[in-house]
């Protein structure tokens, strides 16, 4: 009843075949030559179910269903309606209540996968299409389609969902993923150019300054050893990765930070490079997200990485829209986790919501990013978060 309610964030995915039929997806398509949107392999891998199978029942205009992110129903749908899920995971049930797994499913789509037509690249930005972000916690309490009651927690045996876990888990994966697309030869340029989808939208897309007396509008990031006028590696999800690494996992944070900017530093040189450099960055990446799939993220671990995100450890590295994007939704969705917990209470909360709002301001307007506004904003919502202790 959730995944089809059409009005709530929940039916985003029984709603997304349907988008495709809207004028902005139309022009979107007329301006790439693909054809109507809604037949077009490169946007039905995304906005419909990618099945291989597809029974008497399917219908494509039913958008992302059920089997999209669960898995093909043949085997395993008799064994879930008496309620057996470890007979259905057996039976090709996929495990969503696992951190990785989950992330794996959601990243094919919402950040994009070398299969199936599911990688936005830049040409489709260019065309129209939204600029491509990802956080596994938030975007996972949006699409909820059940409530975590008792039934949930105990009988089915699937407990409490750990949002930290997520979070963090969420950001290795979705490194991992943007690294092993980057490696791609097939998605690493297009004709003589670099694919600029990997890189940081605003670098380039700046106002354009001929004036004697020019001031730079950018600020120098201290994680990105690359020469002026070079476009930076879009490191968002790095930026948060490096936050809960240096809390949970000390002893990988150094190594993780180590290849990072190796990686960066290789992208200044050439491909190969930089190929090179993403394979062990990516080695780090994953190595986090099993340390924080066994990691029980208490109250005080979730205090510190909100500490650190606003701290100047790492606020001197938001100096791009998108990467204080990831940092006022880390935020935000950390201090939920504590909620939903029961770590912190709905009316503590609630107080200060105006803080977390007021970082949000600083970031709703892509062209008029200002990144000292900004860390002042967080900067100002963490230091009320702290008051929770």
Known sequence: MIWQEASSPGGAHSRAYAILREPRSQQIAKRLGIGAAENAPMCLGCHSDPAASRGPLFKTSDGVGCEACHGGSANWVAPH????????????????????????????????????????????????????????????????HHNEDTD??????????????????????????????????????EGAFPEFYFFDCHSCHRRIYDDQKFQASTIDNPARPIPVGMPPFNDENMIMLSAAARVVA??????????????????????????????????????????????????????????LIASEAIASRFTDYAG?????????????????????????????????????????????YKPMEFRRALGGAVRTIRTLR
């Open 152 to 189: 949930y927690i105990t009988v089915r045996r699937k407990g409490k969902t750990n949002g930290m876990r997520f979070w963090a888990v969420g950001q290795a994966m979705a490194v991992d993923r943007q690294l092993a697309l980057y490696q791609n030869a097939g998605l690493g340029a």
């Open 324 to 368: 204080s994007v990831q940092a006022v939704m880390a935020t935000d969705t950390l201090l939920n986790s504590l909620v939903n917990s029961g770590q912190v209470t709905q009316a503590a909360a609630a107080g200060i919501r105006t803080d977390i709002n007021r970082a949000y301001a600083a970031v709703r307007d892509p062209n008029g």
């Open 250 to 307: 000390p002893a990988l944070a150094q190594r993780y930070e180590t290849d990072a900017r190796a990686f960066h530093a290789a992208i200044a040189r050439d491909r190969q490079s930089a190929v090179v450099a993403a394979g062990k960055l990516r080695t780090s990446a994953t190595a986090l997200a099993s340390a924080f799939s066994s990691t029980q993220f208490d109250r005080t671990k979730t205090f510190a990485v909100m500490d």
């Open 81 to 144: 309606k008496t309620g057996n899920r470890a007979e259905s995971l057996r039976n090709g049930l996929v495990n969503l209540s696992n951190p990785q797994t989950r992330a794996a499913v959601c990243l094919d789509c919402h950040f994009g996968s070398a299969d199936g037509n599911q990688f936005v690249n830049h040409r489709i930005m260019g065309a129209g299409h939204p600029r491509i972000a990802f956080e596994l916690d938030l975007f996972s309490t949006l699409q909820q």
